[in-house]
């Protein structure tokens, strides 16, 4: 048990994976009565149940369904498998310890056939209570959530100071049912209701409080933390809701949603950047098109006729009609059991939060915004919720997901909002993501489109937009969806040019067919005619032609104005980027992001598939230099086929180097795999998240070993990430053992500014431009000068363009920035001179925010894009 002294507050873990639940919710009078003391529920999704606390096992029935643990200080806690499970006579429950037991926390105490238990008991739900009359009580808990074995499940405290420190959470727990802790009535000021946007923001607020918080309109509540739950809930302008919050922090987590409803966190009817990109994706805030041409009648031949939408991305597209098959992917009703099912969504959930955290490292603007919504999504807690209680009813993981997420859809249709409807295609889009991890396919299925293809679909989704990212089409025409759904968000931040709502009317355009799509004005022109086609084709040769001389100059080496040579490289995280890269004109590849090249597996890649794997990608880069990072997990990184102890702070816990020193093994498997690419010049290896030089020493002893054993004489590069402060400060010492620098600045900064890098509320103040990173950034590149090494930036930052003449001025010489906009970046740099960069970076590192730093780089960033408009 772990004593939190002076105070001797109790930390009670969840002896449990599942879900947290209070313990209203549990099918017995005597348990949601709490005639045997407080608690809380958890639902399991495996068998094996675990030690709260540090303990003496004093009471464990032959029936072995529940366990009594006596801690430190005399809590006794009692944890009952289910309810109904004596009855089982001990069938399906086998315990590894027994009465007078000493054990630890963590310890695993019972094992319990999930399956059975699920078809033969009233409920799984297993109440995790703290005695009544043994003098404790809970100041604190963690109820309406996914919870890992080890994460705290409740705080308790002897009764004599539980009183002085929960003041709440006594009367919410004896008066739970009426809600008693912070009750507030009021009325909602967004001028657009609770959409998604304030939603999130709600969800996100109530991170890290310790409450359970519910908002009730007009006899309906949900759980706060859901943001499809509170879409559901249509409330809009001027309803009176009330928010009601029970535990420690009740009184900040109704100040927190409060706040967000009084409109606090800004205009929320959509964040600024999607509403920048939505705003200049229409020509005002009506969302028809100027002209309403009539549409043609059914069977009415369509060539030459022009069909209105709205515009949900502006310009102008020239190609020819391609229908956008989408299938229905099937799935089976029954089950294959509770634990086998409840796992395989777990981990296809896992999957796909991973892409999805992959996708969020290297977009920007909307199309981040859009990731950050499906990544809110994947945990939200009522989806989840409900597929486990479909799972439990016997439904495979895939049907459940689909109902839960059907379910969620149908609710949104009803509430007639056509806000709320757009957010329908973030929902079918998760479901289609997660149902295609469970049957095993790796990603949505791109269909290859022919050149110039203006593709015609009912809807589309976001992720299926995303993958065709590779071959983009030249425009897009939806039959529904709207202006302010994700995925014309997504075209606008694309480029691509687009109509939504043209209307069943498109569904008889036929595959082949000659198509104008004049996205400024609206308008389809089905079949136009030669002439009308010809002029519109030249109208685009223009701009292509300019595109495509940047990206020819992108081919050749990259130098400053006065002849300084700047490397500039690619991140990548799949062959796919590795040839974008290489058609980009990238000078090689600065991070290789190995985390993401085995997403799908469920296995560990052995050693030939990892070198199978790093040997195409030095294939596709044609010999050119392969930075390869080694593994990079754990924090807002898991993958599924390393499971890593729960952590109550993950960003600064096992990650990056640390977690392949805690697993040498998998280091030195993936450390062979590279020593054998060949040409063996072409490879160094990159280290992340090193904050000491003992750190880059056990990786070279291992380095070295695996070098000599394999028997390859060549040396290889080993590199550090420079992402932490303490590497930053600690450059000098660093520089002595490492052979190159890579700045991370996604990470520098988030571990700088003290904000989370996922944090949809900060994201607008986490700005790499921040005086205190450059700061950190000058100190590394200083050090690195006097031991003569290179200095590299491969986060976010080196694909800014307003940040470039700052970064060469302060001796960074090699960018790896994402592929696609290399081009502009070597445009841009074959402009500045040194002294520039120099100077700019001189007055960068004294500004007081990073808005002036930003202001002093886009003026040296603008200058040139207006040149290139010429
Ligand atoms: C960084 O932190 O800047 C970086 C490049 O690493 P990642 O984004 O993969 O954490
Ligand atoms: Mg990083």
Request: proline letters at 6%.
């Amino acid at each position: 048990m772990r004593v939190t002294e002076p105070q001797r507050r109790l930390v009670l873990l969840s002896p449990l994976s599942g879900w947290s639940a209070p313990l209203d919710e549990v099918p017995d009078p005597v348990f949601a009565g709490r005639m045997l003391g407080d608690g809380l529920a958890v639902d399991p999704t495996a068998g094996t149940l675990h030690a709260p606390c540090d303990g003496e096992v004093i009471a464990l029935p032959q029936s072995r369904h529940a366990v009594t643990l006596r801690g430190d200080g005399g809590a006794e806690i009692l944890v009952h498998i289910g309810v109904d499970t004596v009855g089982l006579g001990g069938v399906g429950f086998e315990a590894h310890v027994s009465p007078g037991r000493r054990v630890a926390a963590g310890e695993r105490l019972i094992s319990f056939d999930l399956d059975l238990i699920a078809r033969r008991a009233k409920s799984l739900l297993t109440p995790v209570v703290v005695m009544e009359g043994c003098g404790f009580s809970i100041v604190r808990r963690t109820a309406g959530r996914e919870v890992a074995v080890g994460e705290v499940l409740m705080e308790i405290a002897p009764v004599a100071q539980a009183d002085g420190l929960r003041g709440l959470e006594q009367s919410t727990s004896s008066e739970r049912s009426g809600h008693a802790g912070e009750d507030r009535r009021l009325r909602v000021a967004l001028e657009h209701g609770i959409h998604a946007r304030p939603a999130a923001q709600i969800a996100s607020a109530l991170k890290g409080l310790a409450a359970d918080v519910e908002l009730a309109v007009q006899g309906r509540a949900a759980n706060a933390r859901s943001t499809v739950a509170l879409m559901k809930l249509g409330v809009r302008q001027g309803d009176e809701v009330s928010i009601r919050a029970a535990g420690q922090d009740a009184v900040r987590a109704v100040d927190a949603v409060a706040a967000v409803l009084a409109g606090a966190h800004g205009e929320s009817s959509a964040s600024a950047p999607a509403r920048q990109a939505a705003c200049a994706a229409r020509s005002g805030p009506s969302m028809p098109a100027p002209r309403e041409p009539a549409a043609p009648a059914a069977g009415e031949a369509l060539s030459g006729t022009v069909l209105s939408g709205v515009i949900a991305s502006r310009g102008l597209a020239v190609g020819q009609a391609v229908r956008l098959a989408v299938r229905e992917i099937e799935v089976k009703q029954a089950g294959a059991g509770v634990s086998h099912e409840s796992q395989q969504l777990e981990r296809a959930r896992a999957q796909v939060r991973m892409r999805l955290e992959a996708a969020r490292a290297s977009a920007a603007g909307a199309a981040r915004e859009i990731v950050e919504a499906h990544l809110e999504l994947i945990d939200d807690p009522e989806l989840t919720a409900s597929s486990l209680a479909l799972i439990r009813d016997g439904t495979s993981a895939a049907y459940a997901w689909r109902q839960a997420i059907r379910s969620s859809v149908e609710a949104l249709r009803t509430l007639g909002d056509p806000r709320m409807a757009e957010r329908v295609d973030d929902l079918l889009d998760l479901e289609r993501q997660v149902l295609l991890s469970l049957s095993g396919t790796a990603a949505a299925a791109v269909q290859a489109l022919p050149p110039q293809a203006i593709v015609l679909a009912e809807e589309l989704l976001p992720s299926q937009l995303v993958g065709l990212d590779a071959a983009p089409p030249a425009g897009i025409c939806l039959a529904a969806g709207g202006a302010t759904s994700h995925v014309s968000i997504l075209a606008a931040a694309m480029g691509i040019p687009a109509l939504a709502a043209v209307g069943p009317a498109l569904e008889r355009v036929p595959d082949g067919t000659p198509l104008l799509l004049d996205a400024d004005a609206g308008l389809l022109h089905v079949d136009p005619g030669a002439e009308r086609l010809a002029a519109a084709r030249r109208q685009l040769e223009r701009r292509t032609a300019l595109r495509a001389a940047e990206r020819e100059s992108a081919r050749s080496d990259c130098y400053t104005g006065d002849g300084v040579r700047i490397e500039v490289f690619a991140n990548v995280g799949s062959l796919a980027d590795a040839h974008a890269a290489a058609s980009h004109g990238a000078e090689g590849c600065g991070l290789l992001r190995t985390e993401f090249l085995f997403l799908e597996r469920q296995t560990p890649p052995d050693e030939a598939q990892q070198h199978a794997e790093y040997q195409r990608l030095a294939a596709a880069l044609a010999g050119k230099p392969l930075t390869i990072r080694t593994l990079d997990i754990g924090g807002d990184k898991p993958i599924p086929y390393l499971p890593m102890p729960a952590e109550e702070n993950p960003a600064l816990g096992l990650r990056g180097v640390r977690t392949s020193l805690w697993r040498p093994d998998l280091l030195r498997q993936q450390v062979r795999a590279i020593l054998a690419v060949q040409p063996h010049g072409q490879c160094r290896i990159l280290l992340p998240m090193i904050t000491d030089v003992a750190e880059i020493r056990s990786v070279r002893a291992i380095v070295e070993e695996e070098r000599t054993a394999i028997g390859r004489r060549e040396p290889i590069a080993l590199g550090v990430m420079i992402e932490t402060p303490a590497s930053a400060l600690m450059a000098d010492t660093l520089a002595a053992e490492a052979d190159f620098f890579s700045i991370g600045t996604n990470d520098l900064t988030q571990y700088t500014l003290a904000m989370d890098r996922g944090h949809p509320e900060l994201a607008a103040r986490l700005d790499a431009l921040h005086p205190a990173v450059l700061r950190l950034i000058a100190r590394t590149t200083e050090a690195a000068r006097v031991h003569r090494r290179g200095v590299a930036v491969c986060g976010g930052l080196a694909s800014d363009p307003a940040a470039a003449a700052i970064l060469i001025g302060l001796g960074v010489h090699e960018l790896s920035a994402v592929p696609s906009v290399i081009p502009r970046l070597k445009a841009l740099i074959r402009r500045l001179t040194l002294a520039e960069c120099a100077g700019v970076a001189r007055q960068a590192l004294e500004q007081s925010s990073a808005e002036a730093v930003r202001a002093l780089g886009l003026r040296l960033a603008a200058s040139e894009s207006e040149t290139e408009r010429v």
